[in-house]
Every structure is written in C-alpha cells, then in structure tokens.
C-alpha cells in the first residue's frame, strides 16, 4: 500500500477527504480549529512535493441540500491563513462547477469543495456520485478519521476509482497507529479509564478491552450502575437498571480474564444536578437518598492516581464527573493531570471521545499526552474491535 512518504505528488492534483466539521458561533466562524490544524501536514506534504491540493468534507448535517450555515464558504479565509496559501473555493463539490474549478487548479494551489452533504448521495455511498468526484483528481488520499466509520461516497466507495492511486493521509495513519498501540501492541501494564454517562454506550468496548488492558478505571455516571449491581445503595444517581445484570456479567468475566476493574470508593454527591447544589462527599455505595453522585471523591482520585502512574500505555475516554460544572470537575482535573504527569514519566496515553477531548483541552493539557486523537463516533467503534469501511478502503 502506498504511503504519504513513499508517494510523489508533483504534477499530481491530490483529492483529499477531510473532516473539517467545526464547530462555528452565530456569525459563522470558526470556533474550534483543531480539526482543520490536525489536516496541514498531509496539505503540506502535497503541495511541498508540487502538487495541488482539492479538499473535500461536510459541515454539520444539511437536510435539504444548500444551506448557507453549513456552506464551507465560511472556511476559506481561515484554512488560507493556516496553509499560507489563497484557498480557491468552488460553489458546488461535482459537476461542471466542480470539474472546471479542478481543471483550471494549477500545482501548488488549494481548492475546497463545497459541502459534500448538500446531495444526499454522498450519505447514501452512491457510485455515481463518487464516479463524479474521481474525476476531480488523480490520487485519492482519506485523512478523515472522524467518518471513517462511514460507508460515505466519499470516505469509502470513492476508493474504488483508484485502485493504485489512493493511500492514508498523516493524521488517519497516526490514529491508526495510535488506537492499535493501545489495542494490540500496548507495553505493560495498560490502563483504559472509562468515563462517562452510560454503561450502555460503552459496553462494547469494555468487552473488547478486557482481552488487553491489566486495568479499567470506571468513573462518571456509568460507576453508579456498577455500584447497584454489588448490592451499593447510590440514592437519585444515575443507574440504568436494565444494565444491571450487563455490569455484573463484566465484573465476573474481568475477573477470569485477570483484569482489575477499579471502582470508586467514594462520591462527590449533590443534592441537585446543579452547580450550586448541596454538596457531601460519601461512599459510592452508600449515598443517601435524595442526593445523586456527580464526581469522584479524594480517595478514589488518590487510587486512579497510583494505578495511572503505575501504568505505561493509558487510554482514557470519558469523564469522572460533570466537570461541565465547575463543583464537579475536580475528578476530571485530576485524572487528567495524573495522565500527564505519566506520560512526563515515559507511559504512552491516548486521548479520545468528544467529552475526554473536551477535557483534556479545557485543563490545557493536550499538549502534555500522547495522542488526542480527532474521531468521536470512529474512535468508539475502531476500540470496540469494528472494521471500518473507511479504512479497509484503503487497505483494499
């Protein structure tokens, strides 16, 4: 399989798909630009070898074709500035628009499409329609880890028109890697810390761990389902009841597999899902009634602390608390701060899940980890051991 580095792109018009789904304020513009930052290397490359570049992506989820609010028009003054390059805009992603935009692209400029998800066809992976993007350029390259999971026209079915031609960009290769050194080639001992709301949204990926992780480290929410599966009284926190037989199975079957399973011992709790609430730290099992778990307490982030530093490949998706509230973001804070100090300390940490990402970017600590990896929903499905069309694309 060809590779960015293996792979001269001089003369050659680059059709790149990206994921440039940032998120804009009321007057469309751009808020958050890591997901554009994260694509300049594979832009770099291209246009550093004398080739062109033509971007591809959607923005947002149009359901009636064009709509001004997700026209990437409102990218364009912001990617030129990043690529220091003028980026040339074409109004419509196919057809003679497109076609003569890409024509007339000469080497070393860069062109954005627009909006792929203004046709439906581009969601419903039609071959027609992807037959149309191919024409636009001669190599296909897919850094878009974010819609890897997607059997999209332009994320998977476009692949087939190039069958010599088409490679990952840096940013897909490198969530690759990363995902795979934590799922498949991890140094010992590995921790996975698991946040978040639900047990239900993540069980898939706890069941795939448990053949690779020494550890899981179980906050957020999702503790309190844990804690009424063990007999624990946890008052108004959040327990999905249907999952209390689910929580138990993976308990039992941790065990057998000789993975520990880390609860916490104690709980910041409130008297209302309110940053102002009442608060009382207590035992998890042991919350009175009328009060509902919102973080994790100091023993418990004493403990997460000792396992995360004893620890030389970490994975953390989710969050321990609410720490959208500042009265319950201290677990949060901390976890993140012990994942840092780790991987100062020499231990391999992956960053990934919108709330972790969000958290490890609120505390500024991006910086201080391993990887902070740019797919949500991909992410999620790549850890629980799925195939995703995307990739196998490329891999042919």
């Known amino acids: 399989m060809k590779t960015m580095d293996t792979f001269s ?21 751009i808020t958050d630009d890591t997901r554009i930052r994260a694509a300049l ?40 500035g ?71 026209a332009s994320t998977t079915v476009l692949a087939d028109f190039f069958l010599e031609n088409k490679m990952f960009g840096y940013l897909l290769a490198q969530e690759i890697e990363s995902v795979d050194k934590v799922m498949k080639t991890a140094e010992k001992p590995v921790t996975a810390v698991m946040g978040g709301a639900k047990v239900s949204s993540k069980i898939s990926i706890i069941s795939n761990l448990l053949d690779s992780v020494d550890n899981i480290i179980i906050g957020g929410g ?18 999905e009841d249907d999952f209390i037989e689910t929580a138990k199975n993976i308990l039992a079957e941790a065990k057998s597999k000789g993975v520990k399973i880390h ?32 973080d994790i307490g100091p023993d ?29 973001q201290h677990g949060t804070k901390t976890i993140a701060l012990s994942i840092a100090k780790a991987t100062r300390n020499g231990a391999f940490s992956l960053i990934g899940g919108g709330d972790s990402v969000a958290a490890i970017n609120k505390f500024d600590l991006a910086d201080q ?3 902070v990896s740019t797919g949500g929903g991909a992410l999620l499905e790549y850890m629980e051991g799925k195939e995703l069309p995307g990739i196998k694309a490329i891999r042919g």
Not at 59 to 80: A, D, Q
């Open 41 to 80: 290397p594979t832009i770099r490359k291209v246009l550093s070898d004398g080739g062109a570049v033509i971007l591809m992506s959607h923005l947002g989820r149009p359901k009636n074709g064009p709509e001004n609010v997700f026209s990437l028009k409102h990218l364009v003054n912001h990617i030129s």
């Open 82 to 152: 990043l690529v220091n390059v003028p980026v040339l805009f074409s109004a419509d992603c196919v057809g003679e628009t497109a076609e003569n935009a890409a024509t007339n692209l000469k080497m070393g400029e860069v062109l954005l499409l627009e909006n792929l998800r203004f046709h439906g066809e581009e969601t419903a992976g039609d071959k027609a329609f992807s037959s149309q993007l191919a024409k636009l350029g001669d190599v296909y390259v897919n850094d878009a880890f974010g819609t890897a999971h997607r059997a999209h």
């Open 369 to 371: 980890v391993s990887y």
């Open 263 to 294: 609860l916490p011992v104690d709980t910041i709790a409130g008297d209302a899902f309110d940053n102002n609430a009442n608060l009382k730290t207590c035992a998890t099992n042991a919350i009175p009634d009328g009060w509902l778990g919102l």
């Open 222 to 239: 999702m503790s309190y389902t844990f804690a009424k599966a063990l007999g624990g009284s946890v008052g108004n926190s959040l327990v």
């Open 300 to 328: 418990s982030e004493r403990e997460y602390d000792a396992v995360i530093q004893n620890s030389k490949t970490i994975l953390w998706n989710g969050p321990m608390g609410v720490f959208e509230m500042e009265s319950f």
């Open 9 to 29: 792109f001089a003369g050659k018009k680059a059709l790149i798909r990206v994921d440039f789904n940032v998120p804009l304020n009321d007057s469309l513009e």
